[in-house]
């Protein structure tokens, strides 16, 4: 793998350039692997010694070592000859494979998501308020163990105001914002990781060409790199451990990122609406598991990015 400072003159390059596509050979040169092709050549897929790369015909969907991360543009090119957007490698993939360095991590904004009389998805019993607590608590005693200090947003079943919640973490390593995802279809499953879209970027929801609101910075994006190396960390350890359906690192712009003065991320831990995944989340079981997820990859973002 390049080192880091060469690594990042060849990504400068590439961002400098308003549009461009980079193949996939290229990509696998760059990364001292090989590249070979699936499905009619519709699936491509980048090995080296440190790495897999997966790439799909017109999906913005990646993924890197088993993890799902999307990207701004669906991959181009015609079968056996795809291509990425010169962006998405640059500011999205790449810096993947080579973590920033990270300072010492001394303590943990932990957000429960909700609270009080913002009771969050209700489902049956389940309560999304009182899933989120029970799991911020169950991580907080982890990261303990660990002699990694925490500071939770709540403690108790207590409204605090979306824009106050940054503000509690003003003095920490990290934030962590916890919640259960809720939708309309009722096979939608699996749990998903978000960060802040960088500056020019949509959130993923909408996978459009950026418009006027995306070109505006917020405070958190002088975290972009940190931002996405928490995000990719916690999101492995999730689908590690719970082995539910990856929904990947996804981007956006929540009003409790936008104004984090650390690195942060936005984790739903999985679907109230879903029969089988509302059962597993209502077990202390499941939520521990849950709980340890994020602890490892807290732990891991931190050993990684101080090697």
């Not at 982890?142 to 947003?153: A, D, M, P, V, W």
């Not at 909408?206 to 958190?220: E, F, I, L, T, V």
């Not at 009003?255 to 936005?266: E, N, R, S």
Request: proline share 5%.
């Amino acid at each position: 793998m390049p080192s880091r400072p060469f690594f990042f003159l060849f990504l400068a390059l590439f961002v400098g350039q308003q549009s461009f596509s980079i193949g996939l050979s290229e990509i696998a040169s760059r990364c001292g692997g090989t590249l070979t092709y699936e499905q009619d050549g519709r699936v491509g897929i980048v090995r080296s010694k440190d790495c897999s790369l997966v790439f799909r015909h017109n999906s913005a969907c990646h993924r890197l070592n088993g993890v799902s991360v999307y990207g701004q543009c669906p991959t181009g090119g015609g079968p056996g000859a795809l291509t990425v957007d010169g962006a998405d490698w640059a500011r999205v993939l790449a810096p993947l494979l080579t973590p920033p360095a990270v300072a010492p991590l001394r303590r943990v904004c932990i957000d429960a998501g909700h609270g009080g009389h913002d009771s969050g998805t209700v489902q049956g019993q389940l309560v999304e308020k009182n899933l989120t607590l029970d799991i911020a608590l169950r991580l907080q005693r982890l990261l303990r163990e660990r002699n990694i200090g925490s500071i939770l947003t709540r403690s108790g079943d207590s409204f605090v105001a979306l824009e106050r919640r940054p503000e509690i973490g003003s003095s920490c390593d990290l934030f962590i914002s916890i919640h259960c995802n809720a939708a309309d279809a009722p096979m939608a499953s699996g749990v998903e990781t978000y960060v802040l879209p960088q500056k020019g970027m949509a959130s993923t929801a909408r996978m459009d060409k950026p418009g006027a609101q995306d070109q505006h910075s917020c405070p958190n994006n002088r975290c972009d790199e940190h931002n996405l190396w928490l995000g990719y960390c916690l999101q492995r350890q999730l689908i590690g451990i719970t082995g539910v359906k990856d929904r990947g690192v996804r981007r956006g712009r929540f009003l409790v990122l936008k104004a984090a003065h650390c690195p942060a991320a936005l984790v739903e831990c999985g679907f109230l609406t879903n029969g089988e995944e509302g059962r597993r989340l209502g077990t202390e079981e499941y939520r521990e598991a849950i709980a340890r997820a994020l602890c490892q990859g807290i732990c891991h973002y931190d050993a990684v990015g101080r090697r």
